[in-house]
Each structure stands twice: as structure tokens, then as C-alpha cells.
């Protein structure tokens, strides 16, 4: 009598050995991630010493409840007949490190005729012409403008602050800012004698006297120490002006009516002191 056995393959092995074989492989990695999960815990729940500290400790506060004392010099940029040069002084108070609130003074010094006014003198003649809109050398100078004083006030924020060298060896603290608020310039005539202008039709008149409007711009610092610095400010005031004193909307008299909104460009330069003498140091 012939006897057979029965062959199992391996894959037909129960499948319950293999569990206990995966179970011992993960507790290993169980063990190891538990290890490294408890100390982050902890360290997640412990606050850090940084946390409520500022960006930056031991900040020197140059500007800080702190008066501003400037003067100096200055010039118009764009003026058509004639560049007014300036002495100028400024006064302000720096509510914070970044916001403060500034007034300043310009009073005319010189009124240098610029290249533009000689050429147009020089194309007029010297006797009335048959053009009623054309005047003469004399009376075309007689009404151009000049300016005697800029004046206004300015709220300054300081956005950009911080500190430069130069070769490596001077080093000096720095802040750019940006200013708006109310300007007023005081202007007249080259010659005295000519006309107001208003509602009355002429060939020229003068524009004269204090004209309100927006003065904003760009400055910045640079310290030399904690106590003086230099100041320079880039300004336009935004003013209703006829530099001309000439007809410029076309219906051939000078008068009130041509008036326009014009830009005064300017640039000033100032020694600044700050008082008091020394500054804050933040925590």
C-alpha cells in the first residue's frame, strides 16, 4: 500500500505569526518618537525669555519727546522768472520716536533771475506792440513774481530709521521721513507800483501778498552725535499763483481769474540741535 504525504508550500503558513513580527518592529519606533515628543511638549509649554522683548534692546532714542532746533539755507527749484535763496529756521517737537510736528520760516535773502526770464525779456521790444497780449520788456518784468517768505507747518512720520558707516570707521545714526500740513507763500510784483490783480481787465497785474496752500514732501537726518545733526528737506508747496502777472486762459485781460494751482519746488539745508542734550536708551 503506497502512502503519500502532503506537501504544504510556505504560503500556505498562517498568517498569524505576522502581526506579532510587525508589532515587534514599531515598538522600537514608538519608543523613540515618545522620547522626542515629550521634551517638545514641554519645551511648547515653557515660555521664552524673548518673547515680550523688543526688536531691538539698547536702542538709542534720538528723536523721542525730544525739541528740534534748525537753521539754515535753502533755493527754489522750478521758479520760471526768478530762484528765491533762503535763510531758513525750523522748531519742532518729536512726540514719539516716529511722529512729530514742525514749524518753519523762510525768508528770502536773493532773488536770482533765472536764464528762461532774460530770454523772454529778450524778445520783447521796448514799445507797445499791435498785440494786445504782447507787453513790453519793462512791463512784462514789472509784474513777474517773486517770493519773499514760504511759511507752514508739517506733521513728520518717520518710518525708516538706522545707522551707516563710512570706510568702516565713522559711523552715524540716520531716519528719512515724510511731512504734510498747511504752507503759505508771501509773494510780490518786481515793481511795487503795478495793479492788484482782480476783476478789473488790464494788460498785466500783480500777484502779491500771503497765498494759503498744501506744503508736503521728503527729509531725512543724519546725526553727528546725540545733539546735532543736519537737516535736509525736499518741500513743495501747492499754492494758487500767476508768476507771469500775464493773461493765461486766453480771454486777453490779466485778472483774479488767472490764477492757477502751482507747485513750488524747494530744497533746504539746516543745522539741527536737539534738546535735551542727551537721549534715551531703550531697554
Not at 511648547?44 to 525730544?66: C, F, G, N, V, Y
Not at 506733521?155 to 563710512?166: C, H, I, N, R, V
Not at 503759505?184 to 490783480?197: R, T
Not at 508768476?243 to 539745508?269: E, K, Y
Amino acid at each position: 500500500m503506497k502512502l503519500s504525504v502532503a506537501w504544504r508550500s510556505t504560503k500556505d503558513i498562517s498568517m498569524t505569526t505576522r502581526p506579532s513580527s510587525i508589532r515587534r518592529r514599531l515598538t522600537p519606533l514608538l519608543i523613540a518618537l515618545a522620547m522626542t515628543a515629550v521634551p517638545l511638549a514641554a519645551q511648547a509649554q515653557r515660555k521664552s525669555p524673548l518673547a515680550d522683548a523688543p526688536a531691538i534692546r539698547k536702542r538709542l532714542e534720538l528723536r523721542s519727546t525730544r525739541l528740534e532746533l534748525g537753521a539754515g539755507l535753502g533755493s527754489t527749484l522750478n521758479q520760471d522768472f526768478y530762484h528765491t535763496v533762503f535763510a531758513n529756521i525750523k522748531l519742532g517737537f518729536h512726540i514719539t520716536d516716529w511722529l512729530s510736528l514742525a514749524g518753519f520760516a523762510d525768508f528770502a535773502v536773493a532773488n536770482v533771475g533765472t536764464g528762461f526770464r532774460d530770454r523772454v525779456l529778450e524778445t520783447l521790444g521796448s514799445t507797445p506792440a499791435t498785440i494786445m497780449r504782447e507787453p513790453t520788456s519793462a512791463e512784462a518784468m514789472s509784474s513777474m513774481s517773486k517770493i519773499n517768505q514760504m511759511l507752514g507747518l508739517q506733521l513728520e512720520f518717520t518710518p525708516f530709521t538706522g545707522k551707516y558707516s563710512m570706510f568702516g570707521k565713522l559711523f552715524a545714526h540716520y531716519d528719512f521721513y515724510g511731512f504734510v500740513g498747511p504752507g503759505f507763500l508771501n509773494v510780490a510784483p518786481a515793481d511795487p507800483n503795478v495793479q492788484a490783480c482782480d476783476d478789473t481787465q488790464r494788460r498785466s497785474c500783480a500777484v502779491s501778498g500771503i497765498k494759503p496752500g498744501v506744503n508736503f514732501g521728503l527729509g531725512m537726518h543724519t546725526f553727528f552725535n546725540q545733539w546735532l545733526g543736519l537737516n535736509v528737506e525736499l518741500r513743495d508747496i501747492l499754492a494758487q499763483l500767476n508768476p507771469s502777472g500775464r493773461d493765461t486762459n486766453g480771454d486777453t485781460f490779466a485778472t483774479s481769474a488767472d490764477l492757477t494751482w502751482s507747485h513750488t519746488f524747494s530744497v533746504l539745508a539746516s543745522l539741527v540741535v536737539y534738546l535735551p542734550a542727551t537721549a534715551d536708551i531703550s531697554q
